[in-house]
């Protein structure tokens, strides 16, 4: 391979592998901004999804750090939830978000997963703590908002450098997270 780099996802035989050919640092920019082809992700089985996902196979390694990378240096907020926990989002994806667009705009099965990801987050909290709590449901609601609004904007830092790309990303995370921090402090 020389100087290249090469990212695989293992694919089906019927669809061709996605690859990516870029020199050293541009190898990160050029996965986040390309697509791959275009696949009903909901016919991917758990192992392809993370592959597609992360570049990496299931329980590979590298499969954190690939993460974090990806979904820091994605183009935009609703880039950042594509990468960010593969595993969580396949399942959310499945059994939370396709039923509801089902009935209901994109848009709005959007948010709503992102709420009721929230709650289970709390439920876990709740159940470890053993006291109430009220954190991630109002945070994930605003996530979710600021990534559909991110798309209705075009949100698109694809042509910014990678360092750019991740602080945009963390601020919209700790933007999100102070109003649902100071919700919390009002309630409980």
């Known amino acids: 391979m020389g100087n290249h780099m090469k990212a695989m996802v293992i694919m089906p035989r ?21 697509k ?19 570049g990496v ?20 907020f609703a880039g950042f939830w594509q990468y960010w926990n593969p595993i969580w989002g396949y399942g959310l994806g499945r059994y939370v978000y396709t039923p509801l667009r089902r009935m209901l ?3 709005v099965a959007f948010i709503l997963t992102f709420a009721i990801s929230g709650g289970l987050h709390d439920l876990a ?40 790309r991740a602080g945009i990303n963390l601020a919209y995370l700790v933007v999100c997270l102070l109003p649902a921090l100071a919700l919390r402090k009002v309630i409980l």
Request: hydrophobic share 50%; aromatic share 10%.
């Open 57 to 76: 196979p299931l329980g590979d390694g590298r499969s954190l750090r690939n993460m974090l990378q990806r979904a820091f240096g994605a183009a935009s």
């Open 36 to 54: 791959p082809e275009v696949r009903r992700w909901q016919n991917y089985t758990l192992a392809q999804y993370v592959a597609l996902r992360n």
């Open 125 to 164: 909290t709740m159940a470890v703590s053993r006291s109430p709590a009220l954190l991630f449901t109002p945070w994930f609601v605003l996530l979710s908002l600021g990534a559909v609004l991110g798309r209705v904007a075009g949100m698109d830092l694809a042509q910014r450098p990678f360092w750019v």
């Open 105 to 107: 705009p994109p848009a």
């Open 14 to 34: 019927a669809y061709s592998a996605f690859s990516v050919k870029a020199k050293g640092i541009n190898l990160m920019n050029k996965i986040q901004t390309e």
